[in-house]
């Protein structure tokens, strides 16, 4: 289960930080998986049953340390999962005007390959960290007040190990007012 559970969080990461750009307004959004495939085989279910397993664990902390829990999710830029299993996050005003994507906060990966036409924007990226390549590419589709977005990532172990994943996620916007979830940070500027 750790694998599909990483899978997922790695998509749903992928997608606010490829904010900049993307129609994002600030405020309270919320993400989902809606598919998510491994080297072929559709682990969908199996994060959806991570994710209700999740919720269940959170429901049956004492409220001391669910507390605990929430807090720390609030400083990385989530707000916990919501009843459909979507993770909430917040866009800054400042995120949300950037022109310039960003992947990661600690300069992993290189600057996104981006072409915009309407509301469909194609992408390209590379990044490296602890012997670990990724390269990918994906398209985002602004509906309104919902973005999809399809990611093709192609993950190369120092080993020679590989992997393939196609993950399809999900932003609808919630409103202008983030509440007590806190923005996302911006990645370092001088990396």
Do not use: Y
Request: hydrophobic fraction near 35%; proline fraction near 6%; aromatic fraction near 4%.
């Amino acid at each position: 289960m750790r694998k599909p559970m990483i899978a997922g969080l790695v998509t749903l990461a992928v997608l606010p930080a490829l904010a900049g750009g993307f129609g994002l307004k600030p405020g309270l959004w919320e993400t989902r998986v809606v598919k998510q495939v491994v080297d072929g085989r559709d682990i969908s279910a199996q994060i959806a049953g991570a994710t209700s397993q999740m919720q269940q664990a959170m429901a049956a902390m004492p409220p001391e340390q669910r507390a605990r829990v929430e807090a720390m999710m609030k400083q990385h830029g989530g707000a916990g999962i919501g009843s459909d299993g979507g993770v909430r996050i917040c866009i800054s005003p400042e995120m949300a005007s950037r022109d310039k994507p960003f992947v990661d906060r600690e300069g992993h990966c290189q600057p996104a390959t981006i072409n915009r036409s309407g509301e469909h924007t194609t992408f390209e990226f590379s990044c490296s960290w602890n012997g670990v390549e990724s390269t990918g590419k994906g398209d985002a589709t602004i509906f309104g007040d919902v973005i999809r977005t399809q990611v093709d990532t192609k993950t190369q172990k120092a080993g020679g190990e590989t992997h393939l994943t196609h993950s399809e996620t999900e932003m609808k916007f919630l409103g202008s007012d983030c509440g007590s979830v806190k923005p996302m940070p911006l990645p370092d500027a001088s990396k």
